[in-house]
C-alpha cells in the first residue's frame, strides 16, 4: 500500500528558506505525478486543501499556484523516490500544514491537478511557520 512521509518543515524568518522532503513507497512512486498542499491553520481536518505545486512523473512537467509561482520549486529524484520542494523568500503567508500527495493514472483526457479530492495517497503533513 502507498505511503509518503514528508520532512523538513519548521520555524524560519520571513524572506527565509526551507526544503521539504517526502519519500514514498516504490509501488506509487514511479507512476505517479507528486504534489504538494498546504492547509491553513485553524481549519479543522479535512478541509479544503490550497494547491501549491505538481509535477509529472518524469520530471518533465511542473505546474504552481499563483502565490508560490517564482519562490517555490519542485522538483523529484526517481531514483531515491522522493520529490522535494524548495521555497525562498518565504511570507508569514506561507505559515500552514504541507502535505504530500501522490496521484495514480486514470486514463481520463484531462486532469484537474490542482483539486485536492483526486489525489490517492497523502503524507502525515509537516508543519511550516513563517515568522514576521
Known amino acids: 500500500q502507498g505511503r509518503l512521509v514528508e520532512s523538513g518543515g519548521g520555524l524560519v524568518q520571513a524572506g527565509g528558506s526551507l526544503t521539504l522532503s517526502c519519500a514514498a513507497s516504490v509501488d506509487i512512486f514511479t507512476t505517479s505525478t507528486m504534489a504538494w498542499f498546504r492547509q491553513y491553520p485553524g481549519l479543522a481536518p479535512g478541509l479544503e486543501r490550497e494547491f501549491v505545486a505538481r509535477i509529472s512523473r518524469d520530471g518533465g512537467t511542473t505546474e504552481y499556484s499563483e502565490h508560490v509561482k517564482d519562490r517555490f520549486t519542485i522538483s523529484r529524484d526517481n531514483a531515491k523516490k522522493t520529490v522535494y520542494l524548495q521555497m525562498n523568500k518565504l511570507e508569514p503567508e506561507d505559515t500552514a500544514i504541507y502535505y504530500c500527495?501522490?496521484?495514480?493514472?486514470?486514463?481520463?483526457?484531462?486532469?484537474?491537478?490542482?483539486?485536492?479530492?483526486?489525489?490517492?495517497?497523502w503524507g502525515q503533513g509537516t508543519q511550516v511557520t513563517v515568522s514576521s
Open positions: 500527495a501522490a496521484l495514480l493514472p486514470s486514463g481520463a483526457a484531462w486532469v484537474n491537478y490542482r483539486s485536492y479530492r483526486l489525489y490517492d495517497h
